[in-house]
């Protein structure tokens, strides 16, 4: 029966296709030629059928959703406004000689899917069930999966894949190294191979900026808040002139400069809670690289990256950018983030873009008085538990909700961490949280209670040396495993948080070891172990 209505259904889309007779482009509107297209009006063909995007042509990138021309019928957008869509998309994809994600071949195989998801758009997403994973099996993970991530074979032999190959070998067998005067040992998972891949990055790394885009979506840095980290990164990433060339042709790596805050803020539409739209925004972008430069093509995009801390990051680029270097901030084994190819974003916060390193430190060890402190909203379900376990519980533990600003304490947020041994980061809605690196920034050891996270720089460094694990089914004790940490091993976590510091922080204008040079090297060090 599935099959025969799916016959009936492919010939009268057929049947319609033809009679419309497109041409080789849909035309765009007259009044605004780059920017919209006309929907071309015909009965629907299926109720309810989802809202789709606009195409915006290849030389062209959405800013403004304001600047989307559309029919009347734009909220019922019917099988054949998809139709003429995946038609142009399609066409986009030879031109730039894209593979299309769902194997689909040509227009009818492309409407047919879009049949199908259209029909099955309310069914419950089933997830697969995974059982937690923590950082002793992480560190198995990491080098398995290098091995999986491999990149496929490029189109076509750059010298620059012979000077990443050179510079792998050189990693591999770096000089052995005991001691160093600008770094602590303890903190690395292999000092002596990081120290010659990150000299290696310094001396050779070229990095390809793409110039194409509008701004406030691209090239235009968010420099405050909690989402501050890609920012950072472009600001310093577009006006470096150490790793930046000119020439594409002489890249290494290719930078693909958006913002996914300003992305989510700008043009999701809280009204229908569809994130389609930002999808397909940055589809469309890629669409315009691809088509006007043969390097996406050439790897499937996988010597190019992108940096994003927004929560929605890793779904808004699972698809188009899977090939891709990721560096998110929501690095979460669970939601599609590949230990051994993307990386691991830090989630600074910063209060004050023209002094990002304004009161760093905290009191020495033993002028913590407090084994442990949080403060924060009720976001996700552990921390209500964390709460119900741990609020006004005991004197040891400082454990606050939403009412923490109003609470009869003489001490601020910031000045409880830099009195506190340990300070509290559980996990929200998303794994990542802000806390561990404020943790770092104040000299307090983080106690991460998060599943599946994977933390910053994780490829690089040794985190069991400077911070806590606890797993999300242990709050309930997270007292008596704090205690349990004899002194001598908290005096060596917090000296690894001191030592780690400087990996985090973000300088106006870029320093060895700096949050930029390490989150660069991070990316550069995924490329060299996937090719």
């Not at 809202?51 to 989307?68: A, E, I, N, T, Y």
């Not at 194997?103 to 069930?129: A, F, H, P, Q, Y």
């Not at 794994?431 to 050891?445: K, Q």
């Not at 998060?450 to 606890?470: G, K």
Request: hydrophobic share 40%; aromatic share 12%; with cysteine.
């Amino acid at each position: 029966m599935f099959v025969y209505m799916m016959v009936i259904i492919l010939v009268a889309v057929v049947a319609v296709l033809q009679s419309l007779a497109f041409p080789s482009k849909i035309a765009f509107s007259s009044a605004h030629p780059p920017l919209g297209i006309t929907f071309i009006e015909k009965a629907s063909l299926i109720p309810e059928a989802p809202s789709f995007p606009l195409w915006v042509g290849k030389h062209s990138l959405l800013s403004d959703r304001s600047k989307f021309i559309t029919s009347s019928t734009t909220q019922q957008t019917n099988i054949i406004d998809v139709a003429a869509q995946e038609f142009n998309e399609m066409l986009e994809y030879e031109e730039a000689r894209i593979p299309l994600e769902d194997g689909s071949s040509n227009l009818v195989d492309r409407v047919n899917t879009t049949i199908m998801k259209s029909k099955n758009k309310n069914k419950k997403k089933e997830k697969m069930v995974m059982p937690p994973v923590y950082l002793s099996k992480m560190n198995q993970m990491l080098l398995q999966n290098r091995a999986s991530y491999r990149s496929t074979r490029p189109l076509w032999y750059s010298v620059r894949d012979d000077e990443i190959l050179a510079a792998k070998s050189e990693i591999e067998n770096a000089p052995i190294i005991t001691d160093d005067e600008q770094l602590y040992v303890p903190i690395y998972r292999n000092i002596s191979m990081f120290k010659r891949s990150y000299e290696l990055m310094e001396k050779m790394l070229k990095v390809y900026v793409y110039k194409e885009g509008d701004k406030p979506i691209l090239h235009q840095p968010l420099l405050k808040g909690i989402y501050a980290s890609e920012g950072w990164f472009m600001k310093l990433m577009e006006s470096n002139n150490h790793f930046i060339v000119k020439d594409p042709g002489k890249a290494h790596l290719f930078y693909m400069p958006f913002s996914s805050c300003i992305l989510r803020f700008h043009l999701y539409d809280p009204a229908t809670h569809n994130r389609g739209l930002l999808e397909w925004y940055l589809r469309n972008y890629v669409h315009t690289i691809a088509a006007k430069y043969p390097f996406w093509n050439r790897t499937s995009g996988a010597d190019h990256f992108l940096a994003a801390c927004h929560d929605w990051a890793p779904s808004q680029t699972k698809l188009t950018m899977k090939h891709a270097i990721r560096a998110l901030c929501s690095a979460d084994l669970r939601n599609g983030f590949r230990l051994g190819k993307d990386v691991s974003l830090p989630q600074t916060p910063i209060r004050n873009p023209k002094r990002p390193l304004i009161n760093l430190g905290g009191s020495p060890p033993r002028k913590r008085p407090t084994l442990a402190f949080f403060a924060g909203n009720t976001h996700g379900g552990l921390r209500l538990t964390l709460l119900e376990h741990w609020e006004n519980k005991d004197p040891d533990m400082k454990i606050y909700g939403p009412a923490f600003r109003r609470a009869s304490t003489n001490m601020t947020y910031v000045e409880h961490m830099k009195r506190s041994k340990y300070c509290i980061c559980p996990r929200g809605y998303e794994v990542n949280s802000p806390r561990v690196v404020e943790s770092i920034f104040y000299e307090c050891v983080p106690v991460i209670i998060a599943d599946n996270y994977v933390p910053p720089f994780f490829e690089v460094l040794n985190w069991e040396a400077f911070s806590v694990t606890v797993p999300e089914k242990d709050v309930s004790r997270l007292k008596e495993i704090l205690v349990s940490i004899p002194e001598e091993k908290y005096l060596f976590l917090q000296k690894g948080v001191r030592e780690v510091q400087k990996h985090f922080l973000w300088h106006n204008k870029p320093a060895k070891y700096d949050a930029f040079r390490m989150i660069l090297h991070s990316i550069w060090f995924s490329r060299v172990f996937s090719i």
